[in-house]
């Protein structure tokens, strides 16, 4: 396969991840807004250093709230992590490669940029921001549905998971940090009944909280940090991520299971052993923030390791460090 192609493919499939995910972290805070005790203007400046756009947010905006956050992690074209900024450059990349995917691709990518392109002509109302962003999230599904479905499952499939797989690991492991950047407000209302709201809040987040139900049923957060962190069943929790991107990289280049011929193999292969062999309370006792933080650094470097591999090319669409979007 092309590098052009596969480079294509992937960000494809990332960027329209990325959407989503944009869209879970601002759809939990206008959640979590209903049930604050108090002024929230303060969770919105956390919530774009989260999203690692803060700078440039602060350049342009000064003092975050919700009007601005949301504008700017939703529609701002300024912002080449916008859910506008993913889905327009999701698109241009499927149109370079309309010969490979399915014409069904074609038209579900089409349709969900077209109604969030719909919608970022309206005057903005936080009252139906809620309906918005699941529209945005079950649009995304259906792509990722309609791919699956429709797709061959050969090199350009494998491709378009380790995208997606990738992405989802590194937005489930930012929401696991926004407890404790947004979230968590002092010590003392640890093992309170507002500290169990926003648990709750981090698991509808990764839409994770009916399925955490069933096989924990109280909300404890240890449990919702191993559910998050090192299940290996549910599709939004980081070691189910990395486990499937970890197969279909050695899909690609052909290489058995517990070998490696190159970094990014060898990367996913550390990452899934060291996931594999950890447990919730080693976490804990490390710092889950530190933990979290020490695995976004090596989600980035596979996120390298793929693009020199594989990808790695003079393409039309600037392709910044670590991963992150710009439209040329």
Known sequence: MLSRVADSIYWMSRYVERAENVARFIDVNLNLMLDSPEGVDQQWDPLVNT????????????????????????????NPNSILSCLRSARENARTVREIISSEMWLQLNKFYLMVTS??????????????????????????????????????????????????????SRMLDVKYYILLRSVEEVGTPLDDIQWAAVLRSASAFE???????????????????????????????????????????????????????????????????????????????EYVDDLQTRLNQVGTGVFETFLAFKSPVNRPKNGRAAVA
């Open 51 to 78: 999203t690692g756009d803060h700078e440039d947010f602060e350049r342009r905006f000064g003092r975050a709230d919700a009007h601005s956050v949301i504008h700017f992690l939703t529609f701002d074209t300024e």
């Open 211 to 289: 399925m955490y139900r069933k096989q924990h049923g109280r909300i404890a957060p240890k449990e919702v940090v191993n559910f998050l962190l090192l299940n290996r069943e549910f599709p939004r929790a980081i070691h189910f991520c990395l486990l499937a991107a970890r197969e279909s990289m050695h899909a690609i280049s052909g290489t058995p299971l517990g070998t490696f011929r190159n970094g990014p193999e060898k990367l996913l292969g550390q990452l899934c052993s060291d996931l594999s062999y950890t447990s919730v309370e080693e976490v804990i006792q490390q710092g889950v923030h």
């Open 119 to 172: 919608a970022a002509s309206q005057p903005a109302n936080i009252g139906s921001a809620h309906e918005f962003f699941t529209e945005v999230k079950m649009a995304s599904h259906l792509f990722s549905g309609v791919t699956d479905a429709t797709m061959t499952h050969g090199e350009a499939w494998h491709f378009s998971r380790v995208g997606r797989k990738l992405e989802r690991a590194d937005k489930t």
